[in-house]
């Protein structure tokens, strides 16, 4: 049985670092994502991005790799954002019911930008008092709603 790889570039900004995955997250690939965020970590960014667009798979070892590294991040007071999210690992984090721990950052539609970075993207997570599945304190009277 082959095991596909993961390529890991990181490109270092001024208030963040992206770490750029292509390929699986996996048993045999998880620990090189976890040293890549620890490395990322020594230089002390406000965030780490991890761009997950080329990212083709993720097994149970990678959901939990992502918890560790999220952690880290949570301990070296830095942020982790997952960026560029395709179909396959929204579902998983949803289904998994771990996706609404983390920061999300959605891109924009290409067809408004063709020429879209990561800084035209827009962040998402539970900073904003609404969960998965829980309804919104502010919105919520807790009354059924008329018949």
């Known amino acids: 049985m082959t095991h ?7 490109h270092r900004e001024a208030n ?9 997250i996996d048993l045999h690939t998880a620990p090189r ?4 965020v620890d490395a990322a970590l020594v230089e002390d960014p406000v965030r ?15 959901l ?4 560790i590294v999220a952690r ?5 007071r830095a942020v ?8 396959f690992l929204k579902r998983l984090l949803a289904v998994s019911g771990i996706g609404e721990h983390f920061v999300i950052r ?9 020429s879209l970075g990561l800084s035209d993207i827009e962040e998402t997570g539970t900073d904003s008092g609404q969960t998965l599945g829980r309804p919104d304190p502010a919105t919520d009277s807790g009354q059924e709603p008329p018949r």
């Open 72 to 76: 880290a991040a949570a301990r070296a």
């Open 4 to 10: 596909q790889k993961l390529d890991i570039s990181v």
């Open 80 to 87: 982790l954002v997952l960026a560029n999210l395709g179909d």
């Open 48 to 62: 780490v991005v991890l761009d997950m667009r080329g990212v083709t798979f993720c097994d149970s070892r990678g």
């Open 33 to 36: 994502l976890s040293a890549a």
């Open 106 to 114: 959605e891109s924009a539609p290409e067809a408004e930008s063709p």
């Open 64 to 67: 939990g790799t992502l918890v």
């Open 16 to 24: 963040e670092t992206i770490v750029v995955l292509t390929g699986e």
